[in-house]
């Protein structure tokens, strides 16, 4: 392969990569933006959630076949480059229907007060939103609400969960760690 092919096709491949770089750190942003969890459907957050990691994983496959370029011309290369924009494509249609629920203004009306509530506590430093506890937290008619924080990685996750009592509550929070007494509220009451 000649040195004036072998260069363009590392280009090719570079500007392919960062255009799946530029999708993959949006699409982290919106993962971990808790404006966004609150907003979006599940099944739509647990879409773009799959698209990135299928995404990423196309990207690192590419990346390893862009380091080995000089010693051996793959196939593999054009399977991953097209199989690479055609996530970027989907992620791109999903940012589109999110849009388009903005602008809607299809918004749990519920699920976001809920996350308002929750965020005004007192937590550690910043916190995600677990769109799965929300969901089920905000459809309960249990209106005792206990906050718990786990560390995934390195992002600190806010689970929560519907209780019918106060005691309930309380004591759910002694037992579990990354609970406290004031991560404990009525949902219904003001505060």
């Known amino acids: 392969m000649g040195d004036l092919m072998l260069e363009r096709i ?3 491949l570079l500007n392919c990569l960062q255009d799946m770089d530029d999708v993959l750190n949006y699409c982290l942003e ?9 907003l979006i459907e599940k ?12 995404l990423s994983k196309v990207r690192d496959e590419l990346y390893d076949q862009y380091l080995n370029l000089e010693n051996k011309l ?3 290369i054009l399977d991953l ?17 999110v ?7 299809d918004i749990n009306v519920n699920k ?7 965020l005004n506590l007192k937590l550690e430093d ?3 939103l677990d769109i799965d506890d929300l969901d089920l937290v905000s459809n309960s008619t249990n209106p005792w609400i206990c906050v718990y924080i786990v560390q995934e990685g390195s992002l600190n996750i806010c689970h929560s969960v519907a209780w019918k009592t106060k005691q309930e509550a309380l004591t759910f929070a002694l037992q579990m760690s990354g609970c406290r007494r004031d991560y404990v509220f009525n949902r219904f009451q003001p505060r």
């Open 74 to 76: 793959s196939l593999a």
């Open 81 to 97: 480059t097209l199989e690479g924009y055609e996530w970027i494509e989907f992620i791109n249609q999903l940012l589109m229907t």
């Open 30 to 38: 919106i993962l971990s933006n808790n404006n966004v969890i609150v």
């Open 126 to 128: 910043k916190v995600i």
């Open 112 to 118: 976001y007060l809920l996350a308002q509530d929750i």
């Open 10 to 12: 590392q280009e090719n």
């Open 43 to 54: 099944p739509l957050y647990h879409q773009f959630k799959i698209s990135y990691h299928h």
């Open 99 to 105: 849009e388009d629920q903005w602008i809607n203004g």
